[in-house]
C-alpha cells in the first residue's frame, strides 16, 4: 500500500476575518422575506394564528406589540378594555399569534381591513429601518446563477423564494406548510407573492 502525504501550505491570500468581511446579506434576505410578507398581505386578509406568528418573527417583538395594540385600538368601545393582553402574555410567535387572533375576532368585521393595512405599514416601516447597500454574497450569486442558467426575473425570484423557504424555518412553516405555496395547490399564491 502506498502512502501519499500532503503539505498544505499557508493561505495567507484567503483570509476572510470578520473584520474584513462586510456583507449584509442578511439585510438583504430579511428583506426579501419582509416585501413576501407585504405582497402575500396584499392577496389574502385571512388573519389565522400563523399569519400574525410569522409577522412577529418578522418584525420583532418591539414592532410585534405595536401591532397587537392597533388590534385592541380597533375594538368596539364595549368590549375595548375586555381581555386586553399584556406585554408579559407574550412569550413567543406562537402566543402572539393566538392573542392577535383572538383580538381580531373581537373586531368589527368592517374595519376588520385596518388590521391589513396597520400590518402593511408596520412591515414597510421594518423595511424602511433596514440598513441595506446591496452588493452582497448573495446576489453576486443570484446573478451568477442568472447568467449561467439564462433565468429572467421571476424566475430568479422563485430561486430565492425556494432558498429563503429551505433556510429559514419560520418562513419556511407558514409559505411552505401552512400556506402550501410550493404545492400545486398553493401555485397562485406563489405567483402573486413573486
Known sequence: ?????????????????????????????????????YRFLDTNQNFDREC???????????LSIVLLESIIALRDDKTRHENIVSEEDIDD???????????????????RNRVVINSKNLLKQKLDDLVYKGGTVIEDNIQAF????????????LCLFLFLVNS???????????LRCNSYKGRRLLGDIL
Open 93 to 111: 410567535g406562537w402566543d402572539f399569534g393566538r392573542y392577535c387572533r383572538e383580538m381580531v375576532k373581537l373586531v368589527p368585521k368592517n374595519t
Open 1 to 37: 500500500m502506498r502512502s501519499v502525504s500532503v503539505a498544505l501550505a499557508p493561505l495567507k491570500s484567503l483570509d476572510i476575518s470578520q473584520s474584513k468581511v462586510v456583507d449584509n446579506s442578511q439585510e438583504f434576505l430579511q428583506m426579501k422575506m419582509l416585501t413576501y410578507m
Open 146 to 157: 442568472r447568467k449561467v442558467l439564462n433565468l429572467d426575473d421571476t424566475e430568479i425570484e
Open 168 to 178: 429559514f424555518e419560520p418562513f419556511s412553516d407558514f409559505f411552505q406548510n401552512h
Open 52 to 62: 400574525f406568528q410569522i409577522q412577529y418573527w418578522l418584525l420583532g417583538h418591539e
